[in-house]
Every structure is written in C-alpha cells, then in structure tokens.
Nanobody, 118 residues
Framework: VQLQASGGGFVETGGSLRLSCAASGDIPVIKAMGWYRQSPGKQRELVALIDSDGYIKYEDFVKGRFTISRDNAKNTVYLQMNSLKPEDTAVYYC?????????????WGQGTQVTVSS
C-alpha cells in the first residue's frame, strides 16, 4: 500500500486548508485511514481517522473544526481543516491501519507541512 498526501501550505489564523491522501496498491486490506500530526518538540498526536465501516474519530482539539471524509471510488481520504489556529501548525501525516495505542500505523504517506500564522 502506498499513500500520497497533498494539500498542506501556509494560511492565516481562521483560514482553511484541505489535505488529501490517495491510496494505491492492495487497497482492500486497509481497515482505517487517518491523519497524525507532529510539531517540533511535541509528541505525535492523532488528528482524526475513518474506518472502512464509516466510523469516525476526532481528537477533541479538532472537533467542530476539522472534517475527515473518504471517496471510495478514488481511494482517497480528505481532511478539511477550517478555523485554523497557530497551534495547528505541524507536519501532518496520512496513515493507514493505525495503531492508536502506539500512535503508529502500518502504512505512512509523506508528511505535509501546515503552517498557520498568528
């Protein structure tokens, strides 16, 4: 399984960005996809995930601001990020088959930088 992430960038406080993560390869084995993020000096943290049954989980710090969705026809997961705050600045990593206990995953996309100016 290969994951190709895109959509990061620079935005002002209150702005929006949409991240995309396209999966290729042995797609049927993927149970869940999601996003982690990590900023300098901080531990990696889960942002959101969506599984193959449509179950969605958001961390509290993004509830009401971020929306995760998937397009099964395109094998792509999206993270719509609204009302961005400076503390959302981080490298965002797309992941598949997440290991929440260890903040890991079986498959990783390349990180995409999100920078929110104050």
């Amino acid at each position: 399984v290969q994951l190709q992430a895109s959509g990061g960038g620079f935005v002002e406080t209150g702005g929006s960005l949409r991240l995309s993560c396209a999966a290729s390869g042995d797609i049927p084995v993927i149970k869940a996809m999601g996003w982690y993020r990590q900023s300098p000096g901080k531990q990696r943290e889960l942002v959101a995930l969506i599984d193959s049954d449509g179950y969605i989980k958001y961390e509290d710090f993004v509830k009401g601001r971020f929306t995760i969705s998937r397009d099964n026809a395109k094998n792509t997961v999206y993270l719509q990020m609204n009302s961005l705050k400076p503390e959302d600045t981080a490298v965002y990593y797309c992941a598949a088959d997440l290991d929440l206990e260890n903040l890991g995953a079986d498959y990783w996309g390349q990180g995409t930088q999100v920078t929110v100016s104050s």
